[in-house]
């Protein structure tokens, strides 16, 4: 059974651009190196002056999470924020299993 993650990251002001170009960077390294991560897709929310991003995600298993939580370049990219005052707040991450409705009707 797959396994689901929402994380809403929370930019500091004036900072949205900068997170987004790092997160959207980070999807395609893990869209071409981490074969047990489904899907790794950012969102930004409508109508903020300094708007949340969410992260919608999606991994084969628990241990493809593990996986991605260890890469080095995940790592680097928790630094950079840190480093470069880049969050208002920590991350806010949800794990999740699907319990209802459905995913597509495609």
């Known amino acids: 059974m797959t396994v689901a993650i929402v ?5 500091a002001a004036g900072k949205v651009d ?10 395609e390294y893990v869209k071409q190196n981490e074969s047990g991560t489904l899907k790794y897709h950012l ?12 992260m919608i995600e ?8 593990g996986v991605h939580g260890a890469a080095p370049k995940f790592k680097e ?5 840190k ?4 969050l208002a707040k920590p991350m806010d991450v949800k794990i999740l299993e699907a319990v209802g409705g459905f995913a597509s009707k495609l």
């Open 7 to 11: 994380a809403v990251i929370s930019p």
């Open 43 to 54: 969102h930004k929310q409508i109508g903020s002056k300094t708007p949340d991003l969410v």
């Open 18 to 27: 900068r997170v987004q170009e790092l997160l959207s960077a980070h999807a």
């Open 58 to 65: 999606e991994y084969t298993d628990k241990s493809a999470i």
């Open 83 to 86: 480093k470069e005052g880049l």
């Open 77 to 81: 990219m928790g630094r950079t924020l």
